[in-house]
Each structure stands twice: as C-alpha cells, then as structure tokens.
C-alpha cells in the first residue's frame, strides 16, 4: 500500500527566510499551546519575546505586522460585527466549512449537498479550486498534519458517496481516498500526534479510527442505534491512568471521541482501550453537532463540557465528569445543526460560560 510516508521527498530541503521561520515558529506555538483567537494578546507577548531571542534584527517589523494584521481581524468581530466577504458559486446548501492560514494566506474550504468541495482566497474573496464528489459533501477539514509534515495543502471531504478524500488544492489532485460501507457525516482530526489521526461518524452506525499516514482503519466504535452524523476528540476526564487492556498504542493515551447520534444520545469512547465510558441522554430528536468546551477557553462554566444540538430545537451543555446535563438553551424554532463555544467577552459579559440571562 502507498502510503504518505514513503512518497516523502529525499531531496535536500532549501534553507528559510528569516520570515519562513518566523510563520514556522507561529504555527508551531499556535499547534502546540491550542491557541484560541481570544487569548491573541498573550500570544503576541509570547511570540514576540521568543522571535526576540532567535532574530533581533527582525523584531520590529516582525511586531508591528503581525500585531496590526491580528488586531484587525480580532476588533472587526468584537466591535462592528459587519459582515466583510460574501462567497459565492455552490449551486445547492452549504453543509460544512473550515479555515487554514497557509504561508501567511488565509484559505476557507467548503463541501455542499451540490456535491463539490471548493476552496476560497479570503484575501482576493474568489474561488480558487473545485473538487466533486458523486454525491452530497458533508463535512471538509484541512489537514495540517499532511502541511506540517509533507508540505502540501490538502482538503480532507467526506460524502454521501461513501468516500473519505484527501485532495492538493495546490496541485489541483486527489491524494487518497478511504472507503466505508454507508454515507459518511462528520470527521475530525486527532489533537495529538498533529492531527495524524482521523475520525468519522457514519450512516452505519459506527465512528471509525483513520491513520492518514498509513491509510488503515484502527478501530471501529460500536454501540449507537442510529446515524452517528458527529464527531469530536476530547481529553479523559478521569484520574484512571491504568494502561492495561490497551487496543491502540497510538500516543493518544488520554484522549477520547465523543460521538453525536440520531440515537438522541452522546457517546465517550476511550481512543486506547476502544471502550464506551459515558452516554448522555436527554435529547428528544436527532443529535446534529457536538463540540468540547475545554479549560484553555479561558471562561469557568465552558470548562471540561459538551455543547450539543438537535433536531427538538434546543442546544445542551453537559458536564463530562459527572455525566449529567448542566443546561439547556431554548429559542430556536427549527433544528440546530450546528453549535460553538465563543471564548470572546462582548461589552464586559463572558461569552460561551454557560450562563443564560
């Protein structure tokens, strides 16, 4: 089987600018301390003082362009709100989009029920590249482990035709493709390992376990009644650290998928022992998105939960350790698809804290 591993480059890599090292040093913290917009004013001190000690002659025109460029992005949300690009060509519902910065451009992806998966310049606000599926695209995500470790600019889709694909928007190609038996809905790269990992919620009821590397199946998660349309990693909330019993030594020790399903529950699976740790239950119709408020969104009720959305119109956060629901949001008139923490602090009020008022 070809695999990304043995079509790495052999060839002696071309020494970095002094401005290729500083991007590579930004990602580098940005991958490693899981940086969130919100925290961009620690982050600058940080970087800053660490391009201070490695490239003195660049620290003043290093600053003062990525202080300006961030801030400006970061108060257009806080403060006027206004809607700044519109993105135009899918023919059919847009169900997914993700954002990368690539060698300081900024890149939106999206994957539509037209069956295609484009890609736009931000910065030009045009459509760069278009792949197709055969069928309805569900979700897309970049893959920065293939960026970070191979240099490509690759797009991962999955779709109703079954297919799980990996395209080079650069160089307008498919890389790979994973088959499953039935429609594929979510998919989420790994946290560790720089998102070598990948799991997907399916049709079939299952959530599988991908190496992007070698392109095999890990494991496969059994026990929800019903489509598992999505998927998330998560940190163990457990003070267990028994290694015995493992199914998967993958450096993910610690670390766990939470599925969402038409099921009307909420599945933890443990990644290394490939067990079922926790169902959440209380949902009235179809589970459509989860996601995992962790302790670095900075604000105290988002900490260590699940905020989940659904078909019955209403949006839950729930508490991992206890397994119980903390809340829930009402007001919606139809389904919510999609839900998101927000670690921004608009007019002195916490955002994503849980609180209702």
Known sequence: MTTFLNEKETSTQHALSNEEEIQLIIRHWIRN???????????????????????????????CSFVATTFFIFDAFRVSSN??????????????????TL?????????????????WDIEANKQIQLFKHSNAVHCVKFSSYLYHNYRRNVIC?????????????????????????????????SPFNNGRYLCSGSEDKTIRLWDVETSEILHVFKGH???VESVAFLPLQSNNNDNTNKSNNIGGNG?????????????????ETTKQLTIFKGHTDWIRDVKYGSNELG?????????????????????????????IF????????????????VNNIEVGSGNSN
């Open 299 to 327: 604000n105290s009720g988002g900490s260590n939960t699940i905020l989940s959305g659904s078909n019955d119109f209403s949006a839950r956060l729930w508490d991992i350790r206890s397994g119980q629901q903390i809340q």
């Open 157 to 189: 889709s999955a779709s109703a035709d079954k297919t799980i694909c990996f395209w080079d928007f650069k160089h307008n190609r498919q890389l790979r493709r994973f088959d499953e038996p039935d429609h594929i809905y979510g998919i989420e790269f």
């Open 225 to 227: 009644k019903h489509v």
């Open 255 to 271: 670390y766990t998928i939470c599925s969402g399903s038409w099921d009307k529950t909420i599945c933890i699976w443990d990644i």
């Open 83 to 100: 809607l700044r690009d519109t993105f135009t060509g899918h023919s059919k519902i847009v169900c997914s989009i993700d954002y990368f």
């Open 33 to 63: 301390l899981n940086i969130k917009l919100g925290w961009i004013h620690n982050f600058d001190k940080l970087v800053v003082n660490y391009v201070m000690f490695f490239f003195p002659m660049e620290i003043k025109v290093f600053k």
């Open 330 to 345: 009402k007001g919606h008139t139809h389904y919510v698809t999609a839900v998101e923490y927000s670690s921004f602090i």
């Open 103 to 119: 060698n300081g451009c900024q890149y939106l992806c999206s994957g539509s029920t037209d069956k295609t998966v484009r890609v």
